[in-house]
């Protein structure tokens, strides 16, 4: 009941509260499955539900809506579409390794399709599920009220199958993830057994029994042995997973891939549409077509662009740039007996199944002692009555008090006399003592039999490495559905061949704006006023180029960024902003922007008038983030980048002065500030250049000045220069050498 008291409580402490009450929840009511069964709250209700609805292998099917409506009208009232794709789910044969849901209908496929409505789908439990579920009328488990204290619901499941190592589970809790990928059934089973007889077993002798994941769509597992095994050690860890391909000859010497298992939750649509997208976009260079001709199995086929191309060399290209190899993150993040939420080693949590189901066999031992010693009671009041019926009947005919009279009569206990009371008389038959009689010392032998297995721990491990041979049986490496799938391999040593050596040469025009939009014309094309730009924008770089080359771009904060000409966006448009590919912020601007050239040198000078040459290999990046190379100060910015080629350089200053002198002076250096250039006592460094002296010194307009024009401005190093001469341009420029 709510009280109307109004009580002041500091904001942060009410917000502390409740959020720690969300995140409670989400773990232990949403996102992290429990050790001992391997599910979430959702799906434990969903399978107990069927179990209640008695939807059995056995029997016929119920409609999803039927059960959807069953759970969350009494354990689950969180949405029935939230209910719905949990089933799905756990019918699915690519998703669950083995299914506990046997569907009828249209539940989704590898291609990622939806499932049918829930009124058009029917279900029932699969084997797997009714073992997941063996036990729970037989006080395997405890049980709480259900949401509206109208029923009661299994806190954990209490069957033999290892649930959470066979299917695996997936989650996102609040500051914390599990993602346990599924294991082979047959290689549980095994570790079990010698677990149980060997429960100090070292964690390398556990994965001679599990060699790594077994995913219900198959593909090849690559990772190497030790990381798999580290992975098993501390619980997290991963598995690179490759789709499986084989190669098919074709007609007069062609021949093509055919992909027969793709990767564990990759949509197989997309994967087609990225591939298809590769191939358009120039980054797949050695693929000329894929095709999809599946039925109900997967076949993808690849086509090589020749003949000639190494077949593992494409595959490997394929495995680097789209999802026919994907990396499966494992972490054993899981809630314990006590709903403690703790990263779990691979033997912790075969230890902590071997426990539970340790607990369920006594559990259900002294269940069925229980029912053992009530009909024990039963049995013995009869065959106390077999003795004198006669005298029984009698006073059943004339007592009032038939029950009380029994129980005086013979020292009967009073579920004795109850039972006596409600026999039939075709009971008294003495065919039916001698049945009594059986039953009575078989229950004897039975109860002996479970008395003794209840103290010994011996006996227990029999039975439990009998339940474990069990298992082998129903869904072990000779049954359909417990083969392995997933196969294990070395990734093969291909030679790295640059990517741009199967690019298709063609000539292009590359056109940046301004404003940092770039695009990549067909053909080389003379510059023209036709190229339209966004509105407020206009052409700033014009660079005829091959879809081979890589260009280079420097950046107002002195680091340079590669970019691949054949990945740049068509000619159709505006173009993409350059800094969608690279990491170029959104406060600096791009100074310069060329082809690159090999074994050329680089002149660098920033607004401060310092600078230094560089060779242009050493620029080159090969991440999206660049390559810082020039040092610039706050309020300073990176302003010339040019060909270092000539024997004099020149600079000119927002002073209008201008300074020539020889190029040698100016050092070579890997990154940094660099030297003063130019001295100014008022603003900063405006443009420079090499070039030969002989040749004379060309400014922004086109004209050639010669020697003997600007022999007054050569002097030294870090001097100040004299005013330009008349006639320079007004912008202090000169003509551009990139």
């Known amino acids: 009941m709510l009280d109307d008291v109004v009580r002041d409580v500091e904001l942060k402490d009410a917000l502390g509260e409740r959020y720690l009450a969300y995140a409670l929840s989400t773990i232990m009511q949403r996102a992290l499955p429990d050790v001992r069964d391997g599910l979430k709250p959702v799906h434990r209700r969903v399978l107990y539900a069927m179990h209640r609805l008695r939807l059995d292998p056995s029997s016929s099917m119920k409609k999803c809506a039927t059960v959807v409506g069953d759970v969350m009208g009494q354990f689950h009232p969180h949405g029935d579409q939230s209910i719905y794709d949990a089933l799905v789910r756990m019918a699915q044969p690519f998703s669950l390794r083995y299914p506990l849901v046997e569907g009828q209908g249209n539940f989704g496929n590898v291609d990622g399709d939806n499932p049918a409505a829930m009124r058009y789908t029917e279900c029932r439990l699969t084997e797997a599920a009714i073992t997941l579920l063996e036990g729970i009328d037989e006080d395997g488990t405890d049980f709480r009220p259900s949401y509206n204290d ?107 891939i055919v992909v027969t298992e793709i990767p564990y939750q990759v949509q197989k649509a997309k994967l087609i549409q990225q591939i298809a997208e590769g191939i358009i976009e120039k980054k797949l260079p050695m693929l000329d077509d894929v095709r999809d001709q599946s039925a109900e199995d997967v076949r993808i086929v690849l086509e090589p662009k020749s003949r000639n191309v190494d077949p593992e060399m494409l595959m490997e290209q394929l495995f680097r740039a789209t999802d026919l190899e994907v990396r ?51 049995l013995d009041g009869f065959l106390t009555i077999y003795l004198n019926i006669d005298k029984v009947i009698k006073i059943i005919r004339e007592a009032d008090d ?88 070395d990734a093969p040593t291909v030679e790295d061949v640059p990517l741009e050596t199967f690019v298709e040469k063609e000539p292009i025009t590359v056109i940046c704006s301004e404003k940092g939009w770039i695009r990549a014309m067909k053909g080389h094309i003379e510059y023209n006023d036709d190229v339209k730009y966004k509105e407020g924008d206009k052409g700033k770089f014009w660079i005829p180029a091959q879809t081979t080359d890589k260009l280079v771009l420097f950046a107002t904060n002195g680091r340079f960024f590669t970019l691949d000409c054949s990945q740049l966006p068509g000619g159709r448009g505006m173009g993409e902003p350059v800094r969608l590919m690279c990491d170029l912020e959104n406060d600096q601007d791009v100074v310069a922007l060329f082809v690159h050239q090999p074994g050329r040198q680089l002149m660098v000078a920033s607004t401060a008038g310092r600078g230094f040459r560089v060779a242009e290999d050493e620029v080159i990046a090969q991440k999206r983030s660049g390559k810082q190379i020039m040092n610039v100060d706050a309020g300073e910015e990176a302003k010339v980048c040019v060909p270092a080629a000539g024997d004099h350089v020149a600079f000119t200053g927002e002073n209008r002065k201008m300074l020539i002198f020889k190029l040698e002076q100016v050092p070579e250096l890997a990154k940094g500030k660099g030297v003063a250039l130019q001295k100014y006592k008022d603003g900063g460094l405006v443009d420079g250049t090499a070039f030969v002296l002989a040749d004379g010194l060309k400014d922004y307009n086109g004209r050639t000045w010669e020697k003997s024009e600007i022999k007054e401005y050569i002097g030294d190093r870090a001097q100040a220069g004299r005013i330009v001469p008349k006639g320079w341009p007004k912008n202090g420029k000169f003509v551009p050498t990139l």
């Not at 219900?216 to 619980?235: L, W």
């Not at 494992?330 to 189901?357: C, G, W, Y």
């Not at 038959?429 to 209840?454: D, W």
């Open 150 to 256: 109208e029923n009661k619901e299994p806190l954990i499941l209490t069957g033999g199958f290892p649930n959470l190592l066979a299917n695996g589970s997936g989650g996102i809790a609040v500051g914390m993830a599990t993602n346990i990928p599924p294991h082979n059934l047959d290689e549980i089973a095994q570790a079990l057994i010698h677990l149980v007889d060997t429960p100090n077993m070292r964690d390398g002798t556990l994965l001679q029994y599990i060699k790594g994941p077994d995913f219900p769509t198959g593909g090849i597992v690559v990772e190497p042995a030790e990381s798999i095994a580290e992975a098993y050690r501390s619980g997290k860890g991963g598995f690179r997973l490759r789709a499986k391909w084989h190669k098919e000859e074709g007609a007069r010497g062609t021949w093509h």
């Open 402 to 489: 038939a029950k009380a009279d029994l129980m005086k009569a013979f020292k009967l206990t009073e579920n004795q006399a109850e039972a006596i009371l409600n026999m039939r008389l075709r009971s008294l038959r003495k065919l039916e003592e001698i049945e009594i009689r059986q039953e009575h010392k078989n229950l004897v032998a039975e109860q002996k039999g479970l008395k003794a297995l209840v103290k010994s721990e011996e006996l227990q491990n029999d039975r439990l490495k009998e339940g474990f041979q069990s298992l082998r049986a129903k869904f072990g490496a000779k049954t359909p559905l417990g083969k392995r799938r997933s196969a294990f391999s």
């Open 328 to 378: 499966i993150g494992l972490n054993m993040t899981v809630l314990d007996e006590r709903s403690t939420p703790q990263v779990m080693s691979l033997k912790e949590v075969l230890i902590a199944f071997l426990n539970h189901s340790r607990n369920v066999l006594i559990r259900r031992s002294n269940y069925r002692l229980a029912k053992i010693a009530d009909r024990l009671e039963v």
